[in-house]
């Protein structure tokens, strides 16, 4: 009933690619020495298209070849990945408190119902 309620998937959506961005970047820093390695970020195909939203939405995972490439041929600034490491993990924190408050909220209706 409730747990399939647009704002409930919204936020669902949103937690699922925040967890998925801290990971890229993870890799991203742990693989900072691997020669030849090339930084991946996420895009997200509806919103680079500027299409009507849905509320999916298709992420996909690219190669950035718009960075400097070192000697080794590595485009790993481990300084960006911290930052965006940094920028995902609020954005995840930011969700789940949304996502604790709309559970309050149903509490709250459960609870004064039941009175």
Excluded: C
């Excluded at 895009?43 to 960075?67: M, N, Q, S, W």
């Amino acid at each position: 009933m409730f747990f399939d309620s647009k704002t409930l998937n919204a936020l669902e959506a949103g937690v699922s690619a925040t967890w998925q961005q801290q990971q890229l970047h993870l890799q991203n820093m742990a693989n900072v020495s691997t020669p030849g390695y090339k930084a991946k970020s996420m895009v997200f195909e509806e919103v680079l298209a500027g299409t009507k939203p849905t509320g999916t939405y298709k992420a996909e995972i690219v190669e950035r070849t718009d960075t400097q490439v070192r000697a080794d041929g590595n485009n790993v600034d481990s300084d960006v990945e911290s930052m965006e490491l940094y920028k995902a993990y609020v954005q995840y924190s930011m969700l789940m408190d949304k996502v604790s408050g709309e559970f309050k909220n149903y509490q709250t209706v459960l609870n004064s119902s039941i009175k």
